[in-house]
């Protein structure tokens, strides 16, 4: 899963020409020449921006306050590979976080699904145990004295072996 998160100073505005690759909750009407830009690499890296794509209020939106308090951009952003898009559950900010920065925490909220294959976790099985082979006689006749024998060893364990190995245990 590749991602991009950061500071991409991109204003991506609300244009049609972009909704496959930015959905419809930009804060923004219209995109800088950094907006255009990182909207092209995302197309050509096969990228989503997800920063964009989820439904706040608009002050949940920006991650950037100039210092009059008067000017508010969503200029950072998170990009995620098209395939996995649908891992991030949600982006958004934290006014409350004091980072000692003009820019607010930007936060993502991540589900990793991991899958195996069935035919991978079967195969492992089939490896690990080979049930097959106890249909041949031979193996069959081969594993019952084998369980056989390990049962016998444990019947002549003595009781006097297993006490003193305890008070071994303890004087240790």
Request: with cysteine.
């Amino acid at each position: 899963m590749k991602s991009l998160v950061g500071d991409f100073y991109a204003e991506v505005g609300r244009e049609n020409i972009f909704k496959p690759t930015i959905g419809n909750e930009s804060l923004h009407q219209d995109s800088n020449n950094n907006g255009v830009g990182m909207v092209n690499l995302a197309t050509s890296k096969n990228l989503v921006v997800k920063s964009t794509m989820f439904p706040h209020r608009n002050i949940n939106k920006y991650t950037w306050t100039s210092l009059d308090a008067k000017t508010h951009n969503e200029i950072d952003h998170t990009l995620i590979e098209t395939r996995w898009h649908l891992s991030i559950l949600d982006v958004r900010n934290f006014r409350r976080a004091d980072c000692g920065t003009d820019h607010y925490l930007v936060v993502a909220k991540v589900r990793e699904r991991l899958a195996v294959s069935k035919q991978a976790a079967q195969k492992f099985y089939e490896e690990r145990f080979n049930l097959r082979r106890l249909n041949e006689l031979e193996v069959w006749k081969q594993y019952q004295i084998e369980i056989t024998d390990r049962f016998a060893a444990l019947e002549n364990l003595k009781l006097a072996d297993i006490s003193g190995t305890k008070e071994g245990i303890s004087e240790s």
